[in-house]
Nanobody, 127 residues
């Protein structure tokens, strides 16, 4: 089965940083767009729109709430996409997911177009 596995979450104080990782198995990550999404507490099945994505058109964060604070990058040799999160705020608290579309080289900003999902990693920002 195609799998994506997130890691790197944890508890941090406001203003702190975390780097999340998304590791792919059963397929070559270079062939797929990878998006990062998040789901706030109590918001089951209500994921936010794409935060950042990495694909053939580049590595870009789109959500206004994270621009200037989050950065997405890709390490093809490790089959991994990273999300560097700086200056974290309490409202960043969420389960963070990486995901890929069903089809290779398909680029989309829409959550509904993503098919393969990781299990999520919890990020908690609190004093």
């Amino acid at each position: 089965q195609v799998q994506l596995v997130e890691s790197g979450g944890g508890l941090v104080q406001p203003g702190g940083s975390l780097r999340l990782s998304c590791v792919a198995s059963e397929f070559t990550l270079d062939d797929y767009t990878i998006g990062w999404f998040r789901q706030a507490p109590g918001k089951e099945r209500e994921r936010e729109d794409v935060l950042c994505l990495s694909g053939s058109i580049g590595d870009t964060c789109y959500a206004d709430s994270v621009k200037g604070r989050f950065t997405i990058s890709r390490d093809s040799a490790k089959n991994t996409v990273y999300l560097q999160m700086n200056d974290l705020r309490p409202d960043d608290t969420a389960v963070y997911y990486c995901a890929a579309p069903k089809y290779r080289n398909y680029v989309s900003l829409l959550e509904s177009d993503y098919y393969y999902w990781g299990q999520g990693t919890q990020v908690t920002v609190s004093s």
